[in-house]
């Protein structure tokens, strides 16, 4: 059962206007949830992250938003520009018995910019 | 720039013919880890290493095996692929015990079985 859910497969904003992702989790134990882009043929890039004691982290165009009690997040992009067309992952990450972290993805949702 | 490198870029094998991918990392984590992508997938950890320490996802298939000679090198092995192991596999790094620095990811190499 997919613990992070991404129900949107795909987004188109206009230039200038606002993006928004969103994203589903279901495990209560996630302490850190993390947006990565990616462009074709290479791999997701790290994009914001918040933590799970948080309600918001804003970096420049990017914000992320965390509703604990509805386990939802989004990602807000103002404003888009054609250079933010991608695949958007949601991750989350929860501390695993070995010491390190793990990370769990949703399926992420393609976002196109038109000029 | 520090970096993760995955090589090849793209890997062709012939159905039940071992194949190894690899990767590297110039970043120094302690951490490394192998995912494998489908299409219009999620990214789906396989297992990672802790420094020497080898962590095996509980679904992941006796099929895959992985090595971590030393603190830069990690190695993705299948040893005998099947058609539904056709998929992008992304090598990770991260710090230890830090759930606030990204992974980094390198870009991938897409395994095609014939």
């Known amino acids: 059962d997919q613990q992070v859910k991404q129900n949107s497969p795909s987004l188109s904003v206009q230039e200038g206007r606002i993006s928004i992702l969103n994203c589903d989790y279901t495990?209560?134990?996630?302490?850190?949830f993390l947006w990565y882009k990616k462009y074709p043929a290479e791999g997701p890039t790290f994009l914001i992250s918040?933590?799970?004691?948080?309600d918001k982290n804003e970096d420049g165009r990017f914000t992320v938003f965390l509703n604990k009690s509805a386990k939802h997040l989004s990602l807000h992009i103002v404003p888009s520009q054609p250079g933010d067309s991608a695949v958007y992952f949601c991750?989350?990450?929860?501390?695993?018995?070995?010491?390190?972290?793990?990370?769990?993805f949703g399926k992420g949702t393609k976002l196109s910019v038109i000029p | 720039d520090a970096m993760v490198i995955q090589n090849p870029r793209y890997q062709v094998t012939q159905f039940g013919k071992p194949v190894t991918l690899s990767c590297s990392q110039t970043l120094n984590h302690n951490v490394m880890y192998w995912y494998q992508q489908k299409s219009s997938q999620a990214p789906k950890l396989l297992f990672h290493?802790?420094?020497?320490?080898?962590?095996n996802e509980a679904d992941t298939p006796d099929n895959f095996q992985s090595r971590r000679p030393n603190t830069s090198f990690c190695f993705l092995d299948i040893r005998s692929p099947g058609l539904g192991d056709a998929a992008m596999y992304l090598c990770a790094t991260g710090e230890v015990r830090r759930a606030n620095q990204p992974q980094h990811f390198g870009d991938g190499t897409r395994l095609s079985i014939l």
């Open positions: 495990n209560s134990m996630f302490d850190y």
């Open positions: 290493y802790y420094d020497k320490d080898f962590n």
């Open positions: 918040i933590s799970s004691i948080k």
């Open positions: 991750a989350a990450s929860v501390a695993s018995g070995a010491g390190s972290y793990q990370l769990t």
